[in-house]
C-alpha cells in the first residue's frame, strides 16, 4: 500500500497503515513488477530453515561425490539456474540437464565482461568436472530438488535480508574451498560487513576490490549500494557501473563470478588477470572509484607482481612485503588521477609493525599523499580454518597527505568478535541467554568508538604515527588490569618461552 494526502513525501506500508507495518526505507513509488516481487509470498526470508537445509545439503553433496573444493560453485550454479526456470527431470540425461544449466549462465552473463571466459571457466571447472558429469540423472535431481524446495523458497533475494542470506549460504560453502589450503584467507562476512560500514558504502560509492578472492566484499558493497537505491534505475546503475573487482586465480574467480550472479548481478564488472593490469585498463576507461575494500595476498609469489619489483627481493620466494606492496600500488593509481574516498585494507600485522627497511619505506611513501585513519586489530584465528595470519585492517583517507590532516589515528584492540572455532565448522557467531547474536552488540561498539574516536582503557587509542612507527593499537593503548587473569599470565609466560626456543635463544629439553 503507497499512501500520503499531506505532503509530498512517498510513505510505504507492508499490509495495514500501521506504525510497525510501514517501510522506512522506502521513500519512492517502485514498478508493480517491482512490489510483487518484494512482497512474494512464495519465498520469505528464514535463516534457520537456510543454515539447518544448508548443512543437510552438504551432507548430500558428500554422498553423492561432490568433492569440497567444487561444492561452493556447483551449489551456486544449480541455485542460479533454479532461479532462472530450469526445466529437468529424471527421465533426462545427465548431460542434458547440464546443457539446459550451461544455456541458462549464458544468458545471465550476456553483456558481462570476458563473458567468454566465465563461460568457460564454469563449464570446464564445474559442469563438466568428473564429480559433475558422471553423476547419474537421478542423484543431479535429487540435488536440484533439495536446492528447490529446501533452500529456494527460504530467501527472497529482493530483499536486503534476502540478499545477505544468500551470501550466508554461498559463504558457508567456500568454508570448505579454503580449508585445504592454509594459505587461503578468505574474509569473513561479518568482518566484509564491518568494513563496508567502516566506508559508508551507499548508491553513489563506485568500489573496486582488486584482489576480489570469491567476491565476498563486493557482494557485501553491492548489497549495501542497492539497499541505498530508491529506483530501479539506480539499482541498474549500482550494478553496471559501481561494482569492480579482479581475481588473478582462475578457481577463485569463477567463484567469484556464481557469487555475483547469484546477487543478481548479471554485468559485473570483475575480471580474471593481474590486478597491475587490469585496474588501469578500467581507470583508462574512465571509472573513478571512491571506495577501495580489499585482502591483498600476504605472501604473493613473483608471477604475481610486476618483475621490477619481485627483481628486487633477492632470496626471497614471496613478497617481502606482507601486502603493502599491493596496497602501495592502489594508493599510487588513485593519487594519480586524483581520486578521493575511503580505502580498507586487511594486512598482516606485520606489515603494520614494519620493522625492515622496505615496509618503512612503503608505509611512508603511502602517507605522503593519504592519511592513516584507523588500524583495527583483528582476531588473531580470524581465517580459520584457512590461513593462521594475524591480520588487522587499516583505514585510509585516500588524497588527503598524513602530514597535512595533522590529526591522530585511530587504533583499536578488537581481539573479540563473539565468534568461537569449532572443528570442522570454523569460526561459528555466539549467542547469548536470548538467543541474540553477540557479534551485533560488539560491532556497534566497534564502529560507535571509531566514530566518536574514543579512547577507552583496554580496547582503543589515538596517537599521530608516521611511517616509521608500529601501527597497531597494542602499541600505544593502556592496559586494563583489571580484566587479566592468572590464564593470561601463563599464556604470556608461555609465548615468551616459545618465541625464546624459535629464535634460538634456549633450547627445548
Request: charged share 25%; aromatic share 10%; hydrophobic share 35%.
Amino acid at each position: 500500500m503507497v499512501a500520503n494526502t499531506s505532503d509530498d513525501r512517498i510513505l510505504v506500508w507492508r499490509s495495514e497503515v500501521e506504525n510497525d507495518t510501514r517501510l522506512v526505507n522506502e521513500t519512492a513509488i517502485r514498478s508493480m513488477p517491482e512490489y510483487v516481487a518484494m512482497f512474494d509470498a512464495k519465498h520469505t526470508n528464514n535463516k534457520e530453515e537456510v543454515m539447518r537445509n544448508t548443512y543437510q545439503l552438504n551432507e548430500l553433496l558428500h554422498r553423492h561425490g561432490i568433492a569440497e573444493k567444487l561444492r561452493s560453485q556447483f551449489v551456486g550454479t544449480c541455485l542460479l539456474a533454479i532461479k532462472n526456470g530450469l526445466n529437468y527431470n529424471r527421465k533426462m540425461e545427465t548431460s542434458q540437464v547440464i546443457s539446459g544449466i550451461r544455456t541458462i549462465l549464458g544468458n545471465l552473463l550476456e553483456g558481462s565482461l570476458q563473458k567468454a571466459e566465465k563461460l568457460t571457466l564454469i563449464d570446464q571447472r564445474v559442469l563438466q568436472s568428473q564429480d559433475v558429469r558422471e553423476m547419474d540423472s537421478e542423484s543431479l535431481c535429487l540435488i536440484l530438488d533439495f536446492i528447490r524446495t529446501r533452500i529456494f523458497p527460504f530467501i527472497n533475494d529482493k530483499s536486503t535480508a534476502g540478499q545477505d542470506l544468500l551470501n550466508l549460504f554461498f559463504i558457508t560453502f567456500n568454508k570448505y574451498v579454503g580449508k585445504s589450503d592454509k594459505n587461503q584467507a578468505f574474509t569473513p562476512d561479518h568482518i566484509t560487513d564491518f568494513m563496508t560500514k567502516i566506508c559508508n558504502v551507499n548508491r553513489n560509492s563506485v568500489v573496486l576490490d582488486m584482489t576480489c578472492g570469491s567476491g565476498s566484499f563486493l557482494v557485501r558493497a553491492m548489497t549495501k549500494a542497492l539497499a541505498d537505491c530508491h529506483t530501479q534505475v539506480e539499482e541498474d546503475a549500482v550494478k553496471k557501473h559501481h561494482i569492480y573487482g579482479v581475481e588473478y586465480d582462475e578457481l577463485v574467480y569463477g567463484l567469484a563470478t556464481t557469487n555475483m550472479l547469484i546477487h543478481s548481478d548479471g554485468n559485473s564488472n570483475i575480471v580474471q588477470g593481474s590486478c597491475f593490469e587490469e585496474v588501469p585498463r578500467f581507470i583508462d576507461d574512465g571509472v573513478k572509484f571512491n571506495v577501495v575494500l580489499m585482502n591483498p595476498p600476504y605472501n604473493a609469489m613473483a608471477k604475481q607482481v610486476p618483475k621490477n619489483y619481485s627483481s628486487t627481493w633477492g632470496k626471497s620466494k614471496t613478497d617481502p612485503s606482507k601486502g603493502l606492496y599491493f596496497l602501495k600500488f592502489i594508493l599510487d593509481q588513485m593519487n594519480e588521477h586524483n581520486m578521493s574516498g575511503k580505502l580498507a585494507v586487511l594486512l598482516p600485522m606485520a606489515a603494520a609493525i614494519g620493522n625492515n627497511t622496505l615496509m618503512k619505506k612503503m608505509k611512508n611513501a603511502i602517507l605522503k599523499n593519504n592519511t592513516l585513519d584507523a588500524v583495527f586489530s583483528l582476531p588473531d584465528d580470524i581465517f580459520y580454518p584457512g590461513a593462521s595470519a594475524c591480520a588487522c585492517c587499516m583505514v585510509f583517507d585516500v588524497g588527503t597527505p598524513h602530514k597535512s590532516a595533522n590529526r591522530e589515528t585511530f587504533f583499536a584492540y578488537c581481539k573479540d568478535d563473539g565468534f568461537k572455532k569449532r572443528k570442522n565448522l570454523g569460526r561459528v557467531e555466539q549467542m547469548d541467554e536470548n538467543g541474540t547474536s553477540l557479534w551485533s552488540s560488539i560491532e556497534k561498539k566497534w564502529l560507535n568508538t571509531y566514530k566518536n574516536r574514543d579512547v577507552i582503557t583496554g580496547f582503543s587509542a589515538r596517537q599521530m604515527v608516521t611511517g616509521n612507527d608500529e601501527w597497531l593499537c597494542e602499541a600505544y593503548m593502556e592496559t586494563d588490569y583489571t580484566t587479566l587473569t592468572e590464564d593470561d599470565f601463563q599464556q604470556t609466560v608461555n609465548d615468551y618461552l616459545a618465541y625464546l626456543v624459535k629464535t634460538g635463544v634456549v633450547y627445548e629439553a
